[in-house]
């Protein structure tokens, strides 16, 4: 058992609420509202900016220069990432303008500064705590959602976004981040510590099912409008 | 017209939607539902804690040593606050232990350490104005609900909170922030800025309204459940 | 053996080389040139003003109310011992004007901003031990240099100084401190992370040997000016 | 008159010390101890990682995603420029493990964690003024010892050196580094925010200077050594 399982078995109901969350599962089942789905979208570039920031602090919190090669590398992939962010959210006809222009939702703010004060406050280690949920969880999501690989997805209208995540680089990505979590552990973890890390991995994963939550909200809020 | 003043000028609508807000309303008129106020005063509880953060960090952040002496006395205030705040929820039925085991609620997340990194990523000014909608405005929410002061409240149901923010303690509390303020830009802002400061005031004010909106909300949800 | 007798244990050349300084010697014997106390004197008020400052920084990153009330009092103690510096130094024809004017020499950087950063960069264990040299260092050497206590110092040149730190008071603070350090560690030390903890304690006593250093190298250099 | 070229003006005894200093005559001269230089490089190199984390904390601290991906590429570039020095290191016959082993000088404590302090403490126009000595700075040194161009150098001694900072690709890093600084001051800088900034840069400059004064002294020490 890594310390990313002993985590989200110390958490269980908290990191079920976000990977089982009916955003979730609506848009495994191709049902959740195309409204939703662009809100998040929008939400998850304004997220993704303060990401970048997170492993940027990663980098000014190491020191051991293979810490921060390799935090630098995060924070590069991040900043690649936007771009194709960008494309996606073409695809769904959203331009770049609108999305820089959005504001940032309660549930974006919530999240992303919580884990830059987590990082702030703490060590390297509470960082990737409050990062593993979404780091190593969208990994979760997607492999749960595509089982058999993206491509037995079909004609799936969130075919990229989930082969995205279930695809071999993400998984990667994630086994990687896995196993520098059990490496920051290793130097820094007592079992006194892993009672407030899981308190932090707790909160963060409620605060990632949050984020969903946004996402279906602004579905519903937005019916009566129209 | 002080830079507290161009603030609220320049983000007009931010600001009516959280001095404004219904349960603001609803607390003047004495109307609030007790459970909304209760969830509040815990999660005030939980939000003063992060608030005396800022405080230190403001005084971390200090070059010059009165900056230093007077966030640090701002910081004692905010400790000793936390014990009358501890004596007011008694009064409604909260015990300490009720309130420190609570969970801290999004909207709690959402603007304290949104205060926190406009200060960690920023400088002194920057961390006061994301703080100013909280020091400043609850003076003018004090004196909006209570014109005729404290006393003309008679047996009002929220009388002891109205009454500590119209108090004279709390509106000369909030005429040095808006002094202090005043000084920072004189050192440190441009008319550029200014823009940049007025966007960081309309996010910490609407954050400051979903406070607000989570209160109310807590006895919405609550009502179907008993 | 508490953690301060591990660091010292694991760095003794270091740490010698701090408590044993030839400008503590000189000051124990008497025989401290009056240049070298008064450059050190000036120098140890700008020192004062940074290690406020990481007490604000350690109240920051605290995560416990207890943590960042007790962080709080050390703030506010060190600010109260700023005014009892002034008046020793005006005992040695120093001025506040002379004292604020001075520009901080480059062993008061490197210890102060060494200090800072390991705070900032790590957690509040890694800012405690490289606290400790200064803290609970300064209590060893006023023991060291009054081990029957300040009353048989006679008319020492220097008994003011030896007496503050050799003193109850100041004994009592230093005791704290170690308390504190081992509870930090029962927290959050691990054996592996030990061997960072002792590098950093090593590099904080150099840095302290550095800043006495600085006191006797300036009795010398002013020699051959006059 | 760019911001640069006012705070060199403002602290021109600051600046002459650093950029006229003997190390820097010697170096020019090829007159200077293989010894001094061999300890500079060294403790260059320490300079570098810290100087990594300076540009990771301006990355962190960025608002505009253009300032980010800025710092980013400039915290790549030195992550290289890392590898590069490995091997003029070697050139010197110096081991990569002799480097890394090699305990950090006080002066090269005392100006990176300065540097990194001031962006903590500070905001991005407090950080790049006191990285400018250093990044702007080095392009003036090496335009000075080679005004013909690195071409002209012949068999100097320390012809690689004066080369990499007199050439094309770095004199380019530092006039795009000048005009970074003048955005910034254009955003966030008012004029008594320069009086700030210039004592901020003095104190920079002189950092420097200790750090080539580092370098000769080992020189001189080393000699009754052998």
Not at 175 to 189: E, G, N, P, T, V
Not at 199 to 206: D, E, M, V
Request: aromatic letters at 10%; proline letters at 3%.
């Amino acid at each position: 058992m890594d310390i990313f399982d002993r985590l989200k078995a110390a958490r269980a109901a908290d990191w079920t609420s976000y990977v089982d969350h009916d955003f979730v599962r609506q848009l495994g089942a191709g049902t959740l509202p195309e409204a939703a789905f662009r809100t998040y979208l929008v939400q998850d570039y304004l997220f993704l900016i303060q990401f970048a920031r997170a492993y940027a602090l990663a980098t000014y919190k190491s020191r051991l220069l293979d810490d921060m090669r390799a935090a630098q590398a995060g924070l590069a992939a991040i900043l690649n990432e936007m771009e194709l962010h960008v494309r996606l959210c073409a695809r769904w006809g959203l331009s770049p303008a609108e999305i820089e222009a959005a504001p940032e939702h309660q549930a974006t703010v919530a999240y992303t500064r919580f884990v830059l004060d987590c990082g702030a406050a703490g060590d390297l280690l509470d960082l990737h705590v409050a990062l593993a949920p979404c780091v190593i969880g969208y990994a979760e999501i997607g492999r749960n959602l595509a089982p058999k690989g993206a491509g037995a997805l079909g004609d799936h209208p969130y075919r990229d976004w989930i082969g995205e995540y279930a695809g071999e680089i993400y998984q990667d990505i994630a086994i990687k981040a896995r196993r520098h979590l059990d490496d920051l552990a290793a130097r820094a973890m007592t079992e006194r510590r892993f009672v407030e890390l899981a308190a932090l991995f707790g909160q963060a994963s409620r605060l990632e099912a949050d984020f969903w939550q946004m996402g279906l909200a602004s579905a519903e809020t937005r019916l009566p409008l129209r």
